[in-house]
């Protein structure tokens, strides 16, 4: 019997390309799938830049099932492309209004209710290759946006009780309607990448990942943070004096006691 089956998936984004995909793909594994977009054939209307439309997406998933178990925050955009001074900011702001406010607002408008049901659940908030290194030249918003989506998701990791687990989904370069027209039959088809992904997703992954050559951009970049810090700030006995972590760390402890 599959993960999926009898449960309940709430998807943004869900009209086509890889929201769509990922509920079809549910749905064929016995998930009950409610998919929400702007406007599309059975999908809920939800603008997701509006926290007043996902508090409404949230109240028709429980009033329809009562429950939800998964949430993946899929919907975004491209655009605001060109050299980074000459990109119009409402196009930039566009940008950062879906794809990480849309996500935002999912998150405050599930998470709380899923944390009160009593049985396990996830969120998976979709990123993108862009959030580990510079796949698309000349994309500063895009690019920026989805490294936001990755620190939010990391951070909402901890403010969720251990039955709701946080994820991120990675993907690369899939055939979306994000993707121009001519060369979009070049790209992982969406239908593909649900069939590598929610395997991950059941196994509740931390990273969802798809594309295997983005190893190698990400390995560049970690790379080159490794041998910074090997020449420039090097490990030392007692390093962690100023590490937050370990701070925050010492004054739990301290009250603790």
């Known amino acids: 019997m599959s993960a999926f089956e009898g449960?309940?998936?709430?998807?943004?984004?869900?009209?086509?390309?890889?929201?769509?995909?990922?509920?079809?793909?549910?749905?064929?594994?016995g998930a009950q799938v409610l998919l929400a977009?702007?406007?599309?054939?059975?999908?809920?209307?939800?603008?997701?830049?509006?926290?007043?439309?996902?508090?409404?997406?949230?109240?028709?998933?429980?009033?329809?099932?009562?429950?939800v178990d998964l949430l993946i925050n899929n919907a975004g955009i491209g655009g605001a492309s060109g050299r980074l001074a000459q990109v119009p900011l409402d196009q930039a702001r566009r940008v950062f209004e879906v794809n990480f406010w849309g996500v935002w607002n999912g998150c405050a408008a599930f998470a709380p209710?899923?944390?009160?049901?009593?049985?396990?659940?996830?969120?998976?908030?979709?990123?993108?290759?862009?959030?580990?290194?510079?796949?698309m030249p000349r994309s500063a918003a895009y690019i920026a946006s989805k490294h936001a989506v990755l620190g939010?998701?990391?951070?909402?990791?901890?403010d969720m009780p251990p039955h709701v687990h946080v994820g991120t989904i990675i993907p690369?370069?899939?055939?979306?309607?994000?993707?121009?027209?001519?060369?979009?039959n070049q790209a992982m088809p969406a239908a593909r990448f649900a069939e590598i992904v929610l395997p991950q997703v059941a196994a509740r992954q931390r990273f969802v990942v798809s594309h295997a050559h983005?190893?190698?951009?990400?390995?560049?970049?970690?790379?080159?943070l490794e041998a910074a810090y090997a020449t420039y700030a090097p490990r030392y006995p007692g390093d962690e004096e100023y590490d937050v972590r370990h701070f925050i760390q010492r004054m739990r402890e301290g009250r603790e006691r």
């Open 7 to 29: 449960q309940v998936a709430v998807i943004t984004g869900g009209a086509g390309g890889i929201g769509r995909a990922l509920g079809e793909a549910l749905e064929a594994q």
């Open 37 to 67: 977009d702007l406007a599309g054939q059975g999908v809920f209307a939800c603008d997701v830049t509006r926290p007043q439309d996902c508090a409404a997406l949230a109240d028709e998933a429980w009033r329809r099932f009562g429950r």
């Open 113 to 135: 209710r899923m944390a009160e049901q009593e049985h396990p659940s996830a969120i998976y908030n979709v990123a993108s290759e862009n959030a580990l290194f510079c796949a």
């Open 152 to 158: 939010l998701t990391e951070n909402l990791r901890e």
């Open 172 to 184: 690369g370069w899939v055939a979306t309607g994000i993707n121009p027209e001519a060369i979009r």
């Open 214 to 224: 983005n190893v190698e951009r990400m390995n560049e970049r970690v790379g080159s």
